[in-house]
């Protein structure tokens, strides 16, 4: 399968490249959430999180820990936020995994993700089922 991503790491369309070895890439987002906002990714085409191998991941996380430091330095900020959007619902546009990195600046008039409440019960209902369904994972 061969995707935007992909297309980008074969440099057949270009990107403002950050970071890259032998299994790994990272360039900015080209609609930034804030100035500086990076993806961080495989060079391997694994379609989501869910897909993508845990020896790829903890490669994954230790590089964008490194890359996340970089880009806070250069910005000159303590705050970041690390995504990793999973599947269309949860807003996944590029089927090719990856982590965003994205630089936080008080006052960048970002909001937080509205809260819900639970009902009496439902956090122990919730908390229990997941918590079986663990084991069959
Ligand atoms: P997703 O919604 O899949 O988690 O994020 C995909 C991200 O890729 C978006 O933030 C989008 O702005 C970025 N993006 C899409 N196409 C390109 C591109 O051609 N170049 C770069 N640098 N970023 C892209
Ligand atoms: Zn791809």
């Not at 890259?20 to 890439?25: C, Q, T, V």
């Not at 910005?75 to 936020?81: G, Q």
């Not at 122990?124 to 069959?136: D, H, P, V």
Request: aromatic content about 10%; hydrophobic content about 40%; proline content about 4%.
């Amino acid at each position: 399968m061969e995707c935007i991503f992909c297309k980008i790491i074969k440099g057949e369309i270009p990107c403002q490249k950050v970071y890259e070895d032998s299994a790994f890439i990272a360039f900015l987002d080209i609609a930034p959430i804030n100035h500086g906002h990076i993806l961080v990714l495989p060079k391997k085409h694994f379609i989501n999180f869910f897909e993508t191998p845990e020896n790829v991941l903890a490669d994954l996380i230790k590089i964008s820990k490194k890359i996340a430091k970089a880009m806070c330095e250069t910005l000159n900020t303590d705050s970041f936020n690390l995504g990793v959007n999973t599947n269309k619902t949860a807003g996944q546009l590029v089927p090719h995994l990856h982590f965003h990195l994205i630089p936080r600046f008080s006052g960048d008039g970002l909001k937080h993700w509205s809260r819900k409440e639970y009902k009496k019960g439902e956090i122990e209902e919730y908390g229990e089922r997941i918590m079986r369904e663990i084991e069959n994972v």
